[in-house]
């Protein structure tokens, strides 16, 4: 099975309730090392977007179950960088999203990313 990064709170990487689930911010952080070790924009775009795949497939959800996902990044001007990560993860009919700049994220990530998500 795939592992989830520990999480660096008091807090659950997600939650489920039935069909509903709903995830923490996921940080770019590699499973495997429990540290981030991308650098760009780009490549933790895609390490936030594999932690959520992998609550999805623990939990047995689809990523076509995904309805919203929220990006928090540091710096807007990065901005294509989360678009091209996302179309190279995702594919159409894409999540809803919202893609917001914040000052400052836990362990200095670049991006965060949570997830809302419904099963059918
Ligand atoms: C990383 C987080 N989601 C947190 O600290 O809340």
């Known amino acids: 099975m795939k592992k989830l990064p520990k999480a660096i709170g008091p807090y ?19 499973p495997e090392t429990n540290t981030i070790e991308a650098t760009t924009v780009y490549d933790q775009v895609l390490q936030c977007l594999e932690n959520i795949e992998t609550i999805l497939s623990i939990e047995r ?24 990560a996302f179309e190279e993860k995702l594919s159409a009919e894409y999540p809803a999203r919202t893609a917001i700049e914040i000052s400052k994220l836990p362990m200095d990530a670049l991006v965060e990313i949570e997830a809302i998500v419904l099963r059918d």
């Open 61 to 84: 959800f689809q990523i076509e179950d995904v309805l919203k996902l929220t990006v928090y990044l540091t710096d807007l001007s990065k901005f294509s960088e989360v678009n091209q």
């Open 12 to 30: 659950s990487p997600y939650r489920k309730k039935g069909k509903f689930l709903v995830t923490s911010g996921q940080l770019p952080i590699n």
